[in-house]
């Protein structure tokens, strides 16, 4: 673990150790680590979402239907039985 100091002006410091108190937090660390963890799920969210857009983006769209699973699951029956 790495120790990473920050310096906080006085009235930072007392609205973070107000933020903390009122949700629930025992320490103003435990709080930073939750604004932390957040802000990585945001990144995370927003990657994905990326992701997604790209592969709407990726092709001509087709149409999924029991036909299509169907072919799905043959080719796939077929990859596996040539495993064996």
Same mark, same amino acid.
């Given at each position: *673990?790495?120790? #990473?100091? /920050? ?7 007392? #609205?973070?150790?107000?933020? $903390? &108190?009122?949700?629930? !937090?025992?320490? $103003?660390?435990? !709080?930073?680590? !939750? +604004?932390?963890?957040? %802000?990585?799920? @945001?990144? %995370?969210?927003? @990657? +994905?979402?990326? *992701?997604?857009?790209?592969? +709407?983006?990726?092709? %001509?769209? /087709? ?8 072919? &799905? @699951?043959?080719? #796939? ?5 040539? /495993? &064996?």
């Amino acid at each position: *673990m790495t120790i #990473f100091n /920050i310096s906080l002006s006085d009235s930072m410091q007392t #609205f973070v150790d107000e933020q $903390a &108190k009122q949700k629930g !937090y025992n320490t $103003a660390i435990e !709080y930073i680590h !939750y +604004l932390i963890r957040q %802000e990585q799920e @945001r990144e %995370e969210q927003k @990657r +994905l979402e990326t *992701m997604l857009l790209g592969g +709407l983006d990726s092709g %001509e769209p /087709i149409e999924i239907s029991e036909q299509w699973w169907d072919s &799905k @699951r043959e080719g #796939f029956r077929q990859l596996l039985s040539q /495993i &064996k």
